[in-house]
């Protein structure tokens, strides 16, 4: 259990306890500030220790923060942006209580009671962040792909990469490669693979011998096609025809049309419909269905 002083037994010199990783989480968004459970003693050397990071008595920069020592600091911690949402564990020597004591009912029992109840809080808070991890890591295999409404890799799983076509070194994946093996690129074809290119792309399941798309494998690709298809006019021409004397009588039948004058002749044979005909363009760049895009990802460890 922890140890909470009394705000009147802070004592600037004195070192009441060493304390030992604490864990932090920094905000995702600013003011990038947490703050400790004790007031740090300050002295030189700090005795704040961050793994990872180094102190500073200005404004911090990537991998700095900067401690507000004292009463009035109230175990406060800067950090840059650059360190938003990282999980810390911090070292100190403690010599005061951060609550005032005559602030909260039942006096320092009461706050004692309110912080031993929330460190247990955020033990099962933490407990229970383990446990979905590691649910997800049980439910999928690596190899296995992942839909999500998340936009960003970094979103979907530190053990899920974008289903980019990237090439991946075999050695440093081999349960990744055993199990997709070259079906998606070969990569260099001796030391790396490719994961699949699905940016952009429909995904279709494969056949399995139903026959409605055979003779394909997965991780196969496919273009863009029109189902072999027609289309049908019902639109009627007149035959072709003209005077002799535009033609200075030299007519190449003595056939004239039905009810038509006898100095008109036909010059030519057309067919009441067109056998084929060019269309005017239509559409887009692109032929697909209705849609929407989501986060495709694979596991890969």
Sequence with gaps: MITFYPKYDYEPTAAKEQITMERHRIPTTAPYFIHLRHIPKQDSPSTVIIPGLVETDGIPGPGQFRVHYGETGAGRIDFNEAEAGLEITVDYIACGTIIIAETYPDGREG?????????EVYSLIGDLQNKIQQLEKNTYQIGDFKFTAYADESDAGEDFMLCDGRELVRAEHPILFARLGTRWGAGDGVTTFNIPEGRGEFLRVADYGRGVDPDREVGSWQADEFRQHNHYSDIRFNKLSARASDLNNAGTTTTTDSGG??????????????DAATLKDTGGPETRPRNIAVGFFVKYK
């Design 261 to 274: 004058a006898t100095n008109e002749y036909r010059i030519g044979q057309m067919s009441d419909y067109w």
């Design 111 to 119: 706050i004692n009671k309110i912080q031993n109840a929330l460190i």
